[in-house]
């Protein structure tokens, strides 16, 4: 019983941790892996805009993060860019419409996101 009360114990403290972490920790870290599901492959694992998928692409991805390149693009932008597609915002016709695949939501936090890994302004 008393092995049983100490792994209790340990298991509320980890909770109450946890706990610690703030809701902008916890949209980034959602945006991050939504990132590494969606957008690595072509804009890389480094957010550099060098992913597998670049070899033979005539326009090269985004590197976001490149900050001055970043800071020109209004938040909107990205939105629509996540959104619509690249075509939506006269960028590349092979970055592909992300409505039907995430909500709303999170392409709100993938732009926030993108600024997060610019560091080029906040959300």
Same mark, same amino acid.
């Given at each position: 019983?008393?092995?049983?009360?100490?792994?209790?114990?340990?298991?509320?403290?980890?909770?109450?941790?946890?706990?610690?972490?703030?809701? /902008?920790?916890? +949209?980034?870290? &959602? /945006?991050?892996?939504?990132?590494?599901?969606?957008?690595?492959?072509? &804009? $890389?694992?480094?957010?550099?805009? +060098? $992913? @597998?998928?670049?070899?033979?692409?005539?326009?090269?991805?985004?590197?976001?993060?490149?900050?001055?390149?970043?800071?020109?693009?209004?938040?909107?932008?990205?939105?629509?860019?996540?959104?619509?597609?690249?075509?939506?915002?006269?960028?590349?016709?092979?970055?592909?419409?992300?409505?039907? @695949?995430?909500?709303?939501?999170?392409?709100?936090?993938?732009?926030?996101?993108?600024?997060?890994?610019? +560091?080029?302004? +906040?959300?």
């Amino acid at each position: 019983m008393n092995g049983f009360m100490i792994a209790v114990g340990a298991l509320a403290g980890f909770l109450l941790l946890g706990q610690g972490a703030s809701a /902008a920790d916890a +949209k980034i870290d &959602h /945006a991050s892996r939504l990132y590494d599901t969606y957008c690595a492959q072509c &804009h $890389g694992v480094s957010r550099n805009g +060098k $992913g @597998v998928n670049t070899v033979g692409l005539s326009v090269q991805p985004r590197d976001h993060s490149d900050t001055a390149a970043m800071a020109s693009l209004p938040r909107d932008q990205m939105v629509r860019a996540i959104r619509e597609g690249g075509a939506a915002v006269n960028k590349s016709a092979l970055m592909p419409s992300w409505a039907s @695949v995430l909500t709303d939501a999170e392409i709100e936090q993938m732009a926030d996101y993108l600024l997060y890994v610019c +560091k080029c302004g +906040k959300p």
